[in-house]
């Protein structure tokens, strides 16, 4: 590999599930990360961490499944976040189903927690797809965000101490999903569509301006997480879904796909530079992006890793923000993969 070498033992299993992730200073959230992978697949964890001081590489190369990988010292995150997802799947993923989540996400498919995860891959094998399009679902608790502190000493998991998300609600208020412009598809075809909504984009994106009766029948119409993914939303979806949700904080991820060697990602695996064919099923990532308080919203903002020089976090440490609980009426407590309906689906007829 050009940009990464390997920090401990090589424990990467052929037969096992890839779930390929970044890592830096996350050894808070590790634990319960690993745990939730481990229930539902068998996994082995190729994992880059970006040079951690908390002990996040030493408790990584401890564990049976996961194998380390460290960046050269000429490699960065800012400019090589994909290019260390890319090698590493080029040399052990490729023409494998592969799960692709940040540390503070967990994977939630069609059928959990009954159902086996080979028999979601199965079905997405037998539909011909080669991507399942994931919505990050951001989760909370009813405590100001500068408390969303994990752990908390209570022994709870982190889906006990963040259970609340933004329900399925109507446009404005609720989860869409919209066509991509023909510009974004030229350059990165992979996904046709986009998620927005949630505590994310109800914290810090206003409400779409100039959404005039014809523009809001679109998105009530063409834009609701019910409609097929790979249907033409038409010019004039198109035209409402640049002009309304310029801006607007994506929730999309191509959470597993089966890889092909050479295709990267345009940064995080939000969209990628080769055309995929995308299932209709829709599965999530339940995102805990609050785990550290006001402290590690403070160490976001001021390492500006994150999306758009993390200017996100540094909004949040304006104003009263930080010192509210993001739960409203539109929230719902999370107690398992059933409380998702409406927001994930199966493949169709299967």
Request: glycine residues 10%; hydrophobic residues 35%; aromatic residues 10%.
């Amino acid at each position: 590999m050009q940009r990464l070498v390997r920090y401990g033992e090589d424990r990467h299993d052929a037969t096992a599930l890839p779930v390929v992730a970044l890592a830096h200073n996350e050894v808070n959230i590790l634990a319960d990360f690993l745990d939730h992978y481990r229930r539902i697949c068998r996994p082995t964890f190729l994992i880059v961490d970006d040079r951690s001081t908390d002990g996040t590489s030493e408790f990584l190369a401890a564990q049976p499944d996961v194998t380390v990988f460290h960046p050269k010292p000429d490699s960065h995150f800012g400019t090589d976040k994909a290019e260390w997802r890319g090698e590493i799947m080029d040399a052990l993923c490729t023409g494998r189903w592969s799960l692709v989540p940040d540390l503070d996400e967990h994977f939630v498919y069609p059928g959990m927690p009954g159902r086996e995860i080979g028999s979601y891959l199965s079905e997405l094998d037998a539909e011909g797809a080669e991507v399942v399009l994931t919505l990050m679902i951001d989760m909370y608790g009813d405590l100001p965000l500068s408390d969303h502190v994990y752990p908390d000493g209570s022994g709870r998991s982190l889906a006990e101490c963040f259970p609340f998300f933004d329900a399925p609600a109507g446009f404005p208020d609720g989860y869409i999903m919209r066509p991509v412009t023909p510009k974004v598809l030229a350059k990165h075809p992979s996904p046709p569509v986009i998620f927005n909504g949630g505590a994310r984009h109800r914290l810090f994106y206003p409400k779409p301006k100039g959404a005039g009766p014809l523009a809001t029948w679109v998105v009530r119409n063409r834009f609701g997480l019910d409609r097929p993914v790979n249907a033409d939303a038409g010019w004039l979806g198109r035209k409402v879904s640049r002009k309304l949700f310029s801006g607007s904080l994506n929730c999309t991820k191509l959470g597993l796909l089966r890889w092909k060697r050479g295709m990267r990602f345009a940064g995080g695996p939000h969209k990628a530079d080769t055309a995929l064919r995308c299932s209709e099923s829709i599965a999530a990532f339940l995102h805990y992006p609050l785990t550290r308080g006001r402290k590690g919203v403070e160490y976001i903002a001021q390492r500006g890793q994150h999306a758009d020089g993390s200017e996100h976090y540094k909004r949040l440490l304006k104003g009263g923000t930080l010192e509210q609980s993001p739960v409203f009426g539109g929230s719902k407590r999370y107690t398992g993969p059933e409380d998702l309906a409406g927001l994930i689906r199966g493949v169709p007829g299967r």
